[in-house]
Structure formats: structure tokens, C-alpha cells
């Protein structure tokens, strides 16, 4: 699996998935960066404010 800034490789027999931070950060990364600066640290402190509880979890497991 593909995760920001490495590769994994799925262990046998174990589904794998990103976290809510990984999510974020891909969405962050890859949606923001055409915005102005200003956005993008506004949109960086939101997320880190808002997923302080959940930046953990699996992703797959938010709804």
C-alpha cells in the first residue's frame, strides 16, 4: 500500500489501511498545494485542531 512518503507492503493475511492523519496529509499534499500559502497553514492548523481525537484511527473505520 502507498502511504505518504513510503511504501508498504501488506502483510499476508492483514488488511492494511492508512490512518485519518495519512488521509489528511495525502489530501493536504496532493488537493492544497494550488492554494495561497495562507490556506494552506489555515487549513494545516484546522485539521491538526479538529483530528486531534481521531488522527489515529483507521481510516477505513470513520464515517
Do not use: W
Not at 4 to 16: D, E, H, I, N, V
Not at 21 to 36: S, T
Not at 46 to 61: C, P, R, W
Request: with cysteine.
Amino acid at each position: 500500500m502507498l502511504f505518504p512518503g513510503k511504501l508498504m507492503a501488506p502483510t499476508p493475511g492483514k488488511c492494511q489501511s492508512p490512518t485519518v492523519r495519512d488521509v489528511c496529509d495525502i489530501y493536504l499534499r496532493e488537493h492544497i498545494k494550488n492554494r495561497a500559502e495562507k490556506g494552506r497553514v489555515e487549513i494545516r492548523r484546522t485539521f491538526d485542531l479538529m483530528l486531534a481525537g481521531i488522527a489515529d484511527l483507521d481510516a477505513a473505520t470513520v464515517t
